[in-house]
């Protein structure tokens, strides 16, 4: 089976998800390098997030094209924002308004790349299990990012289903698996709400960190940490990661991470929308980015072999 990638929605009113479509494009080798020139002829290719609905009037489709044309400038933004918040871990070069890929490629590079893809999964078809694949790896970065983040002052756990974490420290089952994490975080478990749980899935928390302070009094350091490996809809964990915390009275608020492959920043670093940031913290490709520098050399080789893999096999993906 080959890979295969296809553009699918352009999003032209969304100028981080855009930057991230073009630089796509110049992994996969549909583009060896794109200017502002390509961005516009990009714009208008794929099925777009936001079209003029045929009913508004005419002022209105031009006031759209108008934001098309701000977003395709803005996305040339995004690219030199990225370079200087990464220096040489971004793996493109801007170079007489031209974007292109690096030359060589660092493993921070790798991981930015692999960040990429499962920012935009729905692009990618061809390959059974592909985007699980990349969901499951990125749930693993996502824990070696966490244990820098916090500097290995905490033990973290990957509590996703089918995880060996999971079967080794707490259950297959997810109703044991809670009674469990709540002997962990020194909490009383809400037995009657876990066991209106079903068996499989992971009650909302992908990542567990726990420091319990050398003692089995309660009120812990404790972190819960969901993960997102897609474009869109991800806001919405922010709500699960949120939720989790209703299956145990630890006495306080366990901190919420939400980790999301996509770079969730405008053209000044700052969130596009600070909505999302309410009760949860965002971990997006920056964080993670600047979290996995610390530990670059030390990420696990076969984690990276994984990941180079997967970058590797969307390089030569088919493109349609």
Request: hydrophobic share 45%.
């Amino acid at each position: 089976m080959t890979l295969k990638f296809t553009i699918g929605e352009v999003p032209r009113t969304k100028p981080f998800q855009f930057a991230d479509l073009a630089e796509l494009t110049i992994l996969v080798g549909q583009y060896a390098q794109v200017s502002k020139a390509d961005l516009d002829s990009l714009i208008n290719t794929g099925r777009a997030d936001s079209d003029p609905d045929p009913e508004r009037g005419h002022g209105d489709a031009l006031d759209l094209a108008s934001t098309y044309v701000r977003n395709a400038e803005d996305c040339f933004r995004q690219f030199t924002y990225r370079s200087g918040a990464l220096d040489e871990s971004y793996p493109f070069v801007i170079d007489n308004a031209l974007l292109a890929a690096r030359p060589q490629i660092s493993d921070l590079g790798y991981f930015y790349l692999f960040f990429l893809v499962c920012s935009r999964l729905g692009s990618f078809s061809g390959v059974r299990g592909f985007a699980q694949r990349c969901a499951k790896l990125f749930t693993d970065l996502a824990a070696v990012a966490l244990r820098a983040s916090l500097k290995n002052a905490a033990h973290v756990y990957v509590f996703d289903a089918g995880s060996s974490d999971r079967a080794q420290h707490f259950h297959t089952d997810l109703r044991h698996a809670l009674k469990a994490l709540a002997n962990m975080l020194n909490a009383k478990a809400d037995v009657d709400l876990i066991e209106q749980q079903s068996s499989s899935g992971d009650g909302g928390i992908d990542l567990v960190a726990i420091n319990n302070l050398g003692d089995a009094a309660r009120g812990i350091l404790a972190y819960f940490g969901q993960c997102a490996a897609q474009q869109n809809g991800w806001p919405k964990k922010t709500l699960e990661a949120r939720r989790s915390g209703a299956f145990f009275s630890m006495g306080h608020r366990a901190s919420n991470l939400l980790y999301t492959p996509v770079m969730y920043r405008n053209a000044t670093g700052s969130w596009v929308n600070d909505l999302y940031s309410e009760d949860c913290i965002i971990i997006d490709r920056l964080r993670m980015m600047r979290a996995l520098q610390a530990v670059a050399d030390g990420a696990p080789g076969a984690l990276l072999e994984q990941i180079r893999e997967v970058v590797g096999l969307v390089a030569d993906a088919e493109v349609n």
